[in-house]
């Protein structure tokens, strides 16, 4: 069985910076495809980034002078590092992972990890 591990929210104030983590735990794995969503208050889940194996990315445009996704494949764990947050991103945010578990393809979320951001 695979799971996939958030931390790194909570509460962080205006302008200030706050990087996540997501840690797939398991056995008879291979994560490809890791990224990260958010859903806001009231509002429909988006993507915000994802990493290939590779180290291949792909951003929401809207997003990507702000923040910068990474991956240790080593551990397995992705990171998102977001900087100059503002009060817009304030939601809750989730790891997905596309992975291969017992040699079946599947994708994987993980249990959110809120981010509140105010002063």
């Known amino acids: 069985q695979v799971q996939l591990v958030e931390s790194g929210g909570g509460l962080v104030q205006p302008g200030r910076s706050l990087t996540l983590s997501c840690q797939a735990s398991?056995?008879?794995?291979?994560?490809?495809?890791m990224g990260w969503h958010r859903q806001a208050p009231g509002k429909q889940r988006e993507l915000v980034a994802v990493?290939?194996?590779?180290?291949?990315?792909n951003y929401t445009d809207s997003l990507k002078a702000r923040f910068a996704i990474s991956r240790d494949l080593a551990a397995d764990t992705v990171y998102l590092r977001m900087n100059s947050l503002t009060h817009e991103d304030t939601a809750v945010y989730y790891c997905?992972?596309?992975?291969?578990?017992?040699?079946?393809?599947?994708?994987?979320w993980g249990q959110g990890t809120q981010v509140n951001v105010s002063s």
């Open positions: 990493i290939s194996r590779n180290g291949a990315t």
């Open positions: 997905h992972a596309e992975l291969v578990v017992g040699g079946r393809m599947g994708d994987l």
């Open positions: 398991g056995t008879n794995f291979l994560a490809y495809e």
